[in-house]
């Protein structure tokens, strides 16, 4: 009896450690899903009043005041003495920060609160620091709607074939038919140029970058383009590709755009 209990024992613990396994596996994956916590805001009555705050009010100058790190950033940023048709300074400044090559830890920073922190107007007002920089990156997509070197890549609808790398590695999940959104701003590029890519996206509201950037702001050259958060996609297609870097077998996804979704609707402005 003394026996079978310690194999009924040693059975059960084998079998708390496979469950244990089987969930940390499951509580690994990362879904693609809606990202409705993201920050994702157009702006679309509140341009002009947005705009204001940052260049006759103080919101920029007390959200660096408020973190080091964005303020760090934004001072590196202004280094980048570039003219870029439709933007003002401030815009540039906006673009190079966020796709600069030589300080990538602001931008993830930056990434995690505009994936979190809405779409509660009132979490959004009193905890995200970084509505100047979310603004001006949005208001830059549009200001670069119809240049000429967009319209050299786009197809006859005005979209753009992208790659892109989640971050989640292996752990990605999705099914064809979900529909998604990316919960923060994507650097992605128009060339496949690396097996760490698992994301194949259809964006017609993501724009290429001005190249005038990678050449004297030190941006990156492949990831020359930026999609919103505000973008929605439908998974098309999902598959295991053979990946070099990582040396198996990894899933890849397919998105495309079916239009856009937004949850804040001039957020800061309408409580003024």
Known sequence: MKYLARVLLLLATMLTTVNSAKCQCRCDEERLNMELSSVDDRYPTCREEMMGNITTGDLLTRERQAS???STAWSQAERCNVTVA?????????LTLYTNTYNRTFPLIFDVEASSLGPDANVYRRYFLFKSLHFLLTDALRLLIGREEA????????????YANSGHGDNLRGEVGDQVRTGHFVLASTRRYSSSFDLTIRTCHG????????RYCRSSSGLNVLVPPYELFRVVAVKKVSNKWRGALTWHFYLESIGTMTNLNCAM???M
């Open 68 to 70: 080091p790190s964005f």
């Open 86 to 94: 439709n933007l003002t300074d401030l815009h540039v400044t906006a």
């Open 151 to 162: 319209e050299a890549e786009q197809d006859g609808k005005g979209c753009l074939l992208v």
């Open 207 to 214: 724009h290429l970058l001005p190249r005038s950037l990678s």
């Open 269 to 271: 402005t309408s409580a």
